[in-house]
C-alpha cells in the first residue's frame, strides 16, 4: 500500500470528490469540502480512512496534500469562471493533515498555491483538527495568524472530539467550528446531544464563530439545528460527497436537489 501511495500522485490516481455545504437560511448551496479519492488500478476506490494514516506515517501526505490544495483552488477558480449555478459558489474547504500543518514550509505552500491558483483567499477554508493543537501551540497560534493575515478561513473540523479546550478556542483565531457527526446523529433521540449541540451553538455565538454540522441525514435533525441558530450543514440530506460531474448537476440544480429534504 505504501509502495502504492508513493506512485499515487505521479500516476494520476487521485482524485476529488465534492460534498456541498448548505446555509441553513436559504437552503442553497454555498460552498463544497474537498474529498480525498484514490483510484487504485488493483484495488479500486480507496477512501481516505484507508489511506491517510499510511500516509501520514510515510510522509507522502505532504505530497499529496499539496495536490488536494492545488486541485482543488483550481477547480475552484474554474467553477467560479464557468459561473456553475444562478449563484456562484462562494467557498472551498480543504482538509489538512497535522503532519503536512507541522511542516516548517506550510503557511508559505499555501500562501504560494493561493496565488497561483487565484483563488479569492476569503473563498478558500482550511480545516484544521484538533490533533493540530497538541502541537506546540504558539507555533500553531502564529501559523494560523499568518493564514488569516493572508484572509484564508479556518475551521476546526470534528469540533467535540479530541482535545478541544476552551482555551484554545479564545487563541486560535478560527473562523468556523465543524460539529462532529457523531453528535449530530442522536440529537432528535438523546437530550445530552441535544443540550451539547445547544451549548456550542451558543459558544460559538460568543466567540462570533460560524457553525457548520456534519452529517444530517435527516429532516429532525435540520430542523433542529435550523431553529438553534446554526448557519451551515452537510450530509446525506443534500448530498452523499459526490465526482466533480455530479457536483456541477447537483449545483445547477441546486434548489430542486436540497430543498427536495429540506
Ligand atoms: P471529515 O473531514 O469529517 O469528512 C466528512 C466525512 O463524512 C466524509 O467521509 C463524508 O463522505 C462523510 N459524510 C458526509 N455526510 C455524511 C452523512 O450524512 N452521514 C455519514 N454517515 N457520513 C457523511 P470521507 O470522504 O470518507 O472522509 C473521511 C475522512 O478522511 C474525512 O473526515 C477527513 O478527516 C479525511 N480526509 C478526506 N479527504 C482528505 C484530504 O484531502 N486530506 C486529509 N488530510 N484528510 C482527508
Ligand atoms: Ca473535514
Ligand atoms: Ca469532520
Redesign the pocket.
Known sequence: MENALRNAVKNNELEL?Y?PVIEIATRKIIGA????RWNHPQMGLV???EM?EIAEESGF?VSI?EW?LREACTQFVKWRADRVGVSPIERIA????AV?FRQNDFVDKVINIVAESGIVPSMLEL?L?ESVIVDKIDTVIEKIKRLRKAGIAISM??FGTGYSSLAYLKRLPFTTLKI??TFVRDITIDEDDAALIETILSMASIFKLDVIA????TIEQFEFLASHGCQYF????CS??VQVSKFEELFLHEIQSCSSGV
Do not use: C, F, H, W
Open positions: 470528490y460534498q469540502e474537498a474529498l480525498l477512501m481516505p480512512d491517510i501526505i496534500g488536494v480543504i482538509n489538512i493533515s503536512q480545516e483538527t473540523d470534528d462532529d457527526r456534519e452529517g444530517v441525514e452537510q450530509g446525506y440530506l452523499k460527497t
